[in-house]
């Protein structure tokens, strides 16, 4: 069975930083050849994608509140997928998720989470002020 796992979340004050992770497993494709994508959910607020790396790796994408504080990368030959968080700010915390989708390019409908097919639990974010 294809699975995700996040790791790196915790507590930090604002102006940390803080670096989660994504393990895959079981990806029927290799890994490869997904694209992956970062989504966040705060309490009380809708889900929303953060961030998207393409299956090739060429291709990222970025929503507007990340500001260049964040950097999506991956590394094929450990299947995983990193979030390098920088200059936090109390909002952003949420629970942060991986998603993968199969020959996927951050391209179209890359913000919609029904582009993706699998997803993790998520590894909880917390940013004090």
């Known amino acids: 069975d294809a699975r995700l796992n996040e790791s790196g979340g915790g507590l930090v004050q604002a102006g940390g930083s803080l670096k989660l992770s994504c393990l895959a497993s079981g990806l029927r494709f290799g890994f490869d050849n997904y694209g992956l994508s970062w989504f966040r959910q705060a309490p009380g607020k809708e889900r929303e994608v953060v961030a998207c790396i393409s299956a090739n790796g060429k291709r990222t994408q970025y929503s507007d509140f990340v500001q260049g504080r964040f950097v999506v990368s991956r590394d094929d030959g450990q299947e995983s997928m990193h979030l390098e968080m920088n200059s936090l700010k109390p909002e952003d915390t949420a629970l942060y998720s991986c998603?993968?989708?199969?020959?996927?390019?951050?391209?179209?409908?890359?913000?919609?989470?029904?582009?993706?097919?699998?997803w993790g639990q998520g590894t909880q974010v917390t940013v004090s002020a």
């Open positions: 998603a993968a989708a199969t020959n996927f390019y951050c391209t179209g409908d890359w913000e919609a989470a029904s582009s993706y097919r699998f």
